[in-house]
Structures are given as C-alpha cells and as structure tokens.
C-alpha cells in the first residue's frame, strides 16, 4: 500500500492550497480516510476525515469552515481544500487509511497507512 501525498507549499496568510493523497494497492472509497498534521514541536492531530459513506466527515474545530475534504473515487484520491490559511495552519500534512475501518475517525490508533507528508507553510 502507498498513499503519496502531495500539494504543500509556502502560502500568505489568507491564501489556498489543494492538498492531495493518490493511493496505490488499497481502495480510499472501502474506508474512513482522513488527514493529519503536524505542527513544529507538537503533537500529530486530526484535521480532518471522511467516512466510506462520503456523508459523514470530521473536522477539527480550528479549521471548520476552511478546510473541505472530499474523495474521488474513481481516480483513488483524497483531497484536503484548505481556504483562509493562517500562520497556525503550518506543518507537515499526512493522509491515512486503515486497515478496515469505514467510519470517520480524528484518532491516530484507528490508522495503519500513512503517506510521506507533505510540508505546508503559512506567512503572515
């Protein structure tokens, strides 16, 4: 299994990006797939998920609003859009997938597949 993520890049405060996660020897539209991220000297967290369902999702409370997940099924892709980035946005930005989960989860433990990582940064 790979998942290459890709998209990062040096943005201004207010700016945009598309992250993306292309997926190879697993199937995104089986599972709950989501994305991490991770800050300098923190902790990796939940930014976002989306269920097999394509319904439900999850995000994490500082980026409602900005960020939208979404899913192509046919190309086996997933897709963070992150709008309004701030200086907080920073870090390196991982997709993953589990190993049979199909329900939306912000935990690292309900994740087995992880991608490279890919490096946002945000200017003010």
């Known amino acids: 299994v790979q998942l290459q993520a890709s998209g990062g890049g040096l943005v201004q405060t207010g700016g945009s990006l598309r992250l993306s996660c292309a997926a190879s020897?697993?199937?995104?539209?089986?599972?709950?797939v989501g994305w991490f991220r991770q800050a300098p000297g923190k902790e990796r967290e939940g930014v976002s998920c989306?269920?097999?369902?394509?319904?439900?999702?999850y995000y994490l409370e500082s980026v409602k609003g900005r960020f939208t997940i979404s899913r192509d099924n046919a190309g086996n892709t997933l897709y963070l859009q992150m709008n309004s980035l701030i200086p907080e946005d920073t870090g390196v930005y991982y997709c993953?997938?589990?190993?049979?989960?199909?329900?939306?989860?912000?935990?690292?433990?309900?994740?087995?597949?992880w991608g490279q990582g890919t490096l946002v940064t945000v200017s003010s």
């Open positions: 989306i269920a097999r369902s394509g319904v439900s999702t």
């Open positions: 993953a997938a589990p190993v049979r989960s199909i329900s939306c989860s912000g935990r690292e433990r309900d994740y087995y597949w």
């Open positions: 020897s697993i199937t995104l539209a089986y599972y709950g």
